[in-house]
């Protein structure tokens, strides 16, 4: 995920157990590498590796502070066979704002692996996913943390409610579809997660569970999620969700409640389709304008969970423009309303998403 | 003599009809083989608008190669059937 990286609270028992945990990677990282070296075995398959992904350059102004973040995505996926995927993606970030408010820019730049993970597609009921993957509470994380996909710049204020540590979870997933109707759909995911303070490989000890039904006709989707956080102080978070593009207009509605004991909060976020719409011709088929309201109340101090240290209401305004549909530009602005003061946020960014196959795949490709 | 020509003219024209019939035979199954396709792609495209729809546009230009492998990921993220993942295949990238 672009959006923060929260560190976890060090632990003696974690210390002790860091070990362990490098030599369980280094074992799944050979695993993987036996996976990929399989891959040329298959090569009269008619499906190979692809990388795929998304560059941005990103700049906000958030109460004064302006800063500038190049980011690269990158996304490797390897089919192995008709039921297997190989699936990886790491973000390699940077950060350049003043050090003061006259200071010289100054960056720092870092890297990420937001997942490694083999997935092994049983059939359409059973999904058995082991590794590295993003920790699937709602659905900002999973289905809209990718850059190119989210519609403003900055994750919800309730992100960090049921994605600590990271995220990312380290440990096995099942998913699926339980029932399939045409009118009706029903899924499910449950996962678990062990503690890991592996430098880039964080992830906190949790398990938890998301069921999801989708009215296909409606082109609705609404769900609820749980998890427990089963390190340090052991505790509940749970959510619900909805996701809802309507025939009759074009519009792209989604949001989320979130709760925690530390508090709970909502977000409600909708785009105008103009692309749908069938009006405005073509120049305005690629504009797409954007509203986001949330709200947050805290409940009890938290150290570390990275939620705001007050009730907090923010409102942002966005505009979408894609040139092409690989390429869009982005500016909002968003003001935050507290009880102490009120706080203007600014961005603009370019995202491009992109999707090859694998250079040394090209030949065979054609 | 002329029954065994006769005979000969009359197989002529039989191997002559039925060949021209399996060959019509065949050019209708390869219109309703490429009927169906038609029908599958059209088929993909409501299933991808349903499904992929809600999170992003169409890509405007993808081998199978690389539609293959992008609908694997989607099915375990997107929860997507085989049967959609097939059939969207065939709008992506027929």
Redesign the interface.
């Not at chain 2, 099915?75 to 929860?79: E, G, Q, Y």
């Given at each position: 995920m672009e959006t923060a990286v929260h560190k976890v609270a060090p632990s003696t028992r974690a210390n002790a157990s860091s070990f362990g945990c490098v030599r369980i990677y280094r074992n799944a990282a050979l695993f993987l590498l036996m996976a990929v070296l399989y891959v040329p075995a298959a090569k009269g398959q008619a499906e190979g590796p692809v990388i795929t992904g998304s560059a941005g350059f990103l700049y906000s102004n958030n109460d004064g502070q302006t800063s500038v973040q190049p980011i690269l995505t990158p996304v490797v996926l390897v089919p192995l066979g008709s039921h297997l995927l190989v699936e990886t993606s790491a973000q390699l970030q940077g950060y350049i704002a003043r050090s003061s408010a006259n200071g010289p820019y100054e960056g720092q730049f870092f890297g990420t692996l937001q997942y490694l993970q083999l997935d092994w597609v049983v059939n359409s009921h059973l999904t058995v996913v082991a590794g590295r993957f993003t920790t699937p509470f709602n659905i900002y994380g999973e289905r809209l943390g990718p850059m190119w996909l989210h519609n403003l710049q900055d994750a919800p204020l309730i992100y960090p409610i049921g994605t600590r540590t990271t995220g990312s979870s380290n440990g096995g997933m099942v998913r699926g579809v339980v029932v399939s109707r045409p009118t009706w759909l029903l899924n499910y995911t449950v996962f678990f997660s062990t503690l890991s303070e592996v430098s880039n490989l964080e992830s906190g000890r949790a398990f938890g569970a998301r069921t999801g039904i989708f009215l296909p006709r409606a082109r609705l989707e609404v769900g609820t999620s749980y998890q427990r956080f089963l390190q340090d102080q052991h505790n509940d978070s749970y959510g619900a969700y909805f996701s809802w593009q309507p025939r009759s207009a074009p519009v792209d509605a989604k949001g989320e409640y979130a709760h925690s004991p530390q508090g709970h909060g909502y977000w409600i976020e909708a785009a105008l389709r103009f692309k749908d719409s069938g009006k405005g011709g073509l120049a305005l088929a690629k504009f797409q304008p954007v509203v986001r309201g949330q709200q947050f109340f805290r409940k009890a101090p938290g150290v570390n969970d990275f939620l705001p240290a007050t009730d907090t209401q923010r409102v942002d305004f966005g505009l979408n423009y894609y040139p092409i549909p690989s390429v869009r530009l982005n500016a909002s602005y968003g003001r935050q309303f507290t009880d102490a003061r009120d706080i203007n946020y600014w961005t603009a960014d370019i995202t491009y998403h992109f999707l090859f196959p694998m250079a040394f795949w090209l030949k065979e490709s054609k | 003599m002329r029954s065994r020509s006769n005979l000969v003219v009359l197989a002529l024209v039989a191997v002559s009809l039925v060949s021209a019939a399996t060959s019509r035979a065949g050019r209708q199954n390869v219109n309703t083989k490429a009927a169906a396709k038609v029908d599958e792609a059209a088929e993909g495209e409501k299933r991808f608008v349903?499904?992929c729809?809600?999170?992003?546009?169409?890509?405007?230009d993808?081998?199978?190669?690389?539609a293959?492998?992008?609908l694997?990921?989607m099915?375990?993220?997107?929860?997507l059937?085989?049967e959609d993942e097939r059939l969207i295949l065939k709008y992506l990238a027929p």
């Open positions: - | 349903t499904n729809g809600r999170c992003h546009q169409p890509p405007s993808i081998s199978p190669r690389e293959k492998a992008v694997r990921q099915r375990v993220r997107a929860m059937s085989a």
